[in-house]
């Protein structure tokens, strides 16, 4: 069975600073990683996903996230924020047609 | 345009009634997800169906009941059982995963459910 461990529920971060968000997943066999973005009342939005291959993995809106196996993380940066970038994200773990999500980190960038 | 479509939007319920959730795909897609979100708790799995004619309980199906008639369809019914039925449904749909892990998971805009 796999997990998804999600670190801070809250982000806050200026106009311009690095978002750094953190997921550690666990999971039994070699899995696929994912980050959703969420808008209020709105569906869950592809980011982007490591399936294998390059560990280093880009995204859209300026987003990427690195695989590292030997911290079993998948975290999710972007070098500079922007005030649309406030929303709910989730990283979720797939091994076996068996897809988890974390709880989610809700980013909030300050003017 | 394909996508998946989720109706109605917003959608109130009195204690004791049953009520039905829309969820369309034209991507064809043959997996179909839902899933209920609640606040600081994620998306929890509800049902999920890979083929037509056929579904699997997901981690809290209890008070809900699917059906899968049609590959673009897979309607939710949120029965009088479910204890606290108020919250955010979501569906979602997907290829069928290969031998590594689930596909790429294309999501609806959501339903809010609020109980009377």
């Not at chain 1, 998804?4 to 809250?10: D, F, R």
């Not at chain 2, 839902?34 to 998306?43: C, F």
Request: proline share 4%.
């Amino acid at each position: 069975a796999q997990s998804v461990t999600q670190l801070g529920s809250h982000v806050s971060v200026s106009e311009g600073a690095l978002v750094l968000l953190r997921c550690n997943y666990s999971s039994s066999v070699p899995p696929y990683l994912f980050w959703y973005v969420q808008y209020p009342n709105q569906g869950l939005q592809l980011l982007l996903k490591y399936t294998t291959g390059a560990t280093l993995v880009k995204g859209i809106n300026g987003f990427e996230a690195e695989f590292k196996k030997s911290e079993t993380s998948f975290h999710l940066t972007k070098p500079s924020a922007h005030m649309s970038d406030a929303a709910e994200y989730f990283c979720a773990v797939s091994a076996s047609n068996d897809m988890r999500f974390g709880a989610g980190t809700r980013l909030t960038v300050k003017p | 345009d394909g996508g998946i479509t989720q109706s109605p939007k917003y959608l109130f319920r009195k204690e004791g009634q049953n009520v039905t959730l829309s969820c369309e795909q034209n991507l064809n897609h043959d997996a179909m997800y839902w899933y209920r979100q609640d606040p600081g708790q994620g998306l929890r799995l509800i049902y999920y169906s890979q083929i037509v004619n056929d579904f699997q309980k997901g981690d809290i199906a209890e008070g809900y009941s699917v059906s899968r008639e049609k590959k673009e369809s897979f309607p939710l019914t949120v029965t009088s059982a479910q204890k606290n039925p108020t919250a955010f449904y979501l569906c979602a749909s997907s290829i069928v995963g290969t031998s590594g892990g689930a596909d790429t998971q294309y999501f609806g805009p959501g339903t809010r459910l609020t109980v009377l």
